[in-house]
């Protein structure tokens, strides 16, 4: 049988890989994903983004964190947490998710080729099905949005029961007593938040000298501080040297000699991206050492044709702009005119508390000499707050002491991912702290800390305007 044509053949079925597809379709082209059985949808769907969100606002709800200032330190809503509790929730999310995917493909006549694919020409690729069939496809324009998998080194031990990856967490059989996490960025600090939420002893074993360091330093020492209350250690300068386990636990041995005992590992010190076997070569394309692929600001790779879109290409590796990499991509590789807002992309850490921001930090501003003032609400000084019970929660806005625009917003507490979206508007639009300090906003709400916020910028704007003569 002859090898299918399409206008557009998308590799991966995750967030990027989805919307380039969809594209195409509403476009008039035809297209088709390839992804494997066991994984549409992505990484983002099974391993990653969607399953450990769920498991946060099941955490959260089950253990009663919010409620605890309210109604006790004590407080939980379920005692004894277990991990059906959690996997039930997390399960059913999945399904239902992975529902709308086929049905959003199907509804635009996006065929699903399931198999693992493999270049065979700079257009075509041969596609494996679990079965061992094989068949081939070939496109004029390709989009690669594979992803990435978690770095395994040989020092650690992996045994997917006492010594996992970001992956094999959600395979656990039981709520660790005590847990390391090797690795302080977004996804391990993440899960530290979780399973110290839960009550497992946690100690964070981080390289560097600190955490998120593309974060605002307020915020992390905020984070810092939340993740301390709730008993997680932090060995910051630290590597890893072996990881011993048996069916007792675990032993995290350092360069430093300190040993560390624990039930559970979780190495989530990177990520690689998935193109091992995609015999790249044969499309005429390499990668770098972390197996990333490089890209234009179009998103298109030292092949013209070829395309490639979401973690497999690097920072910022987030749902969201994976999403707009993937729509873009294909816009450009048929010609069609867009706009894009991508600049500006918010940035959501799913902590506990949540952390997101949008814009410059102080640092950046500070390092480019660029005048600004701080406006800072806190939610304990908004009823909606004290209604949440969230003492802790603050928002930040930098705002230009010359023309009064907004250079970024910082976002830490209840519903930060969400709060953040309001200032990104401003910032997309030009609006300048005026127009926040000029909005009515609902009573009561989080969303009011921006008024807050801005009033508390304006006021000293005033005050330099008026000792300054």
């Known amino acids: ?130 079965d061992g069939s094989r068949s081939r496809a070939t496109a004029d324009k390709v989009v690669i949005a594979t992803g990435t998998t978690p770095v395994r080194p040989d020092q650690v031990g992996f045994d997917d029961v006492r010594v996992v990856d970001s992956d094999g967490i959600l395979h656990l059989t039981d709520v660790p007593r005590s847990m390391v996490v090797v690795g302080a960025g977004v996804i391990g600090i993440e899960y530290a938040s979780i399973f110290a939420a839960l009550g497992t002893r946690v100690t964070v074993v981080e390289s560097h000298e600190g955490m998120l360091p593309f974060c605002d330093d307020e915020v992390v020492e905020a984070l810092k501080y939340q993740l301390r209350d709730l008993s997680v250690q932090f060995r910051f300068g630290e590597t890893v040297a072996r990881v011993d386990a048996d069916e007792h636990g675990t032993v995290t041995t350092l360069t430093s000699g300190k040993r560390i005992p624990a039930h559970t590992v979780m190495y989530s010190a990177g990520r690689q991206g998935a193109t091992a076997d995609l015999d790249l070569a044969a499309a005429g394309l390499e990668t770098d050492s972390r197996g990333r692929l490089q890209v234009d600001k179009l998103f298109r790779t030292d092949v013209e044709h070829i395309y490639a879109v979401g973690d497999v290409i690097g920072f910022p590796a987030l749902a969201a702009t994976s999403m707009e990499q993937g729509r873009l991509a294909t816009y450009h590789a048929f010609g069609e005119p867009v706009s894009s807002l991508l600049e500006l992309q918010p940035i959501g850490i799913y902590t506990i508390p949540e952390i997101s921001f949008c814009g410059h930090t102080e640092d950046e501003l500070t390092r480019a000499a660029v005048p600004y003032e701080v406006g800072m609400a806190r939610y304990r000084e908004l009823a909606r707050g004290q209604i949440l019970g969230d003492s802790y929660g603050m928002l930040k806005l930098l705002v230009s002491t010359e023309t009064r625009h907004l250079l970024g917003v910082h976002v830490f507490g209840t519903n930060a991912t969400e709060l953040v979206h309001i200032g990104q508007a401003v910032m997309t639009c030009g609006g300048t702290v005026d127009h926040l300090v000029d909005t009515v906003f609902n009573y009561p709400t989080l969303s009011e800390a921006y008024k807050v916020a801005a009033l508390d910028v304006v006021n000293k704007l005033r005050a330099v305007s008026r000792f300054g003569g």
């Open 1 to 130: 049988m002859d090898a299918p044509q399409y206008d557009l053949l998308v590799l991966g079925s995750g967030p990027g890989g989805q919307k380039a597809a969809i594209a195409a379709a509403k476009l008039g082209k035809r297209a088709a994903v390839v992804e494997r059985r066991e994984m549409v949808g992505g990484v983002c769907l099974n391993t990653g983004t969607i399953p450990s969100k769920t498991l946060r606002e099941a955490v959260v709800y089950l253990t009663g964190l919010n409620m605890r200032e309210t109604y006790g330190r004590n407080y939980r809503v379920k005692q004894d947490i277990t991990i059906t509790d959690l996997l039930s929730r997390l399960n059913h999310v999945i399904g239902r998710e992975l529902e709308v995917v086929r049905d959003q493909l199907m509804r635009n006549r996006v065929d699903l080729l399931t198999g693992t694919a493999r270049f065979v020409g700079p257009h075509e690729v041969e596609i494996t099905s679990s």
